[in-house]
């Protein structure tokens, strides 16, 4: 069974760092695209970042580049997610996602973490 679980979110000051971590279990790490999505209430879920089963080639939206860094560790089964000058746009649930490599397909999903950001 494949599991992805969530962690490092909480409470941030605008402007302040998070560094979020999803580590996978329940099928082979290295195999898969992982990615980060997000969800404020009232609102859609929406696509943070992607990388690569390799871990190149990282994308984002346009809304976090340049302040968030996705990484992966296939050794560690753990995906990151680092965010840097966090604004008030940015609290809501994040969730990780594990995806058939290449595509843009995710099959497996996190419970998600709580992202806070206050003024």
């Known amino acids: 069974q494949v599991q992805l679980v969530e962690s490092g979110g909480g409470l941030v000051q605008a402007g302040g760092s998070l560094r979020l971590s999803c580590t996978a279990s329940g099928r082979t790490f290295s195999n898969y695209d992982m990615g980060w999505f997000r969800q404020a209430p009232g609102k859609e879920r929406e696509f943070v970042a992607k990388i690569r089963w390799s871990g190149d080639s990282p994308r984002y939206a346009d809304s976090v580049k340049g302040r968030f860094i996705i990484s992966r560790d296939n050794d560690k089964n753990t995906m990151y997610l680092q965010m840097n000058s966090l604004k008030p746009e940015d609290p809501a649930v994040y969730y990780c996602?594990?995806?058939?490599?290449?595509?843009?397909?995710?099959?497996?999903w996190g419970q998600g973490t709580q992202v806070t950001v206050s003024s």
């Open positions: 996602a594990s995806g058939v490599r290449d595509t843009r397909m995710f099959d497996y």
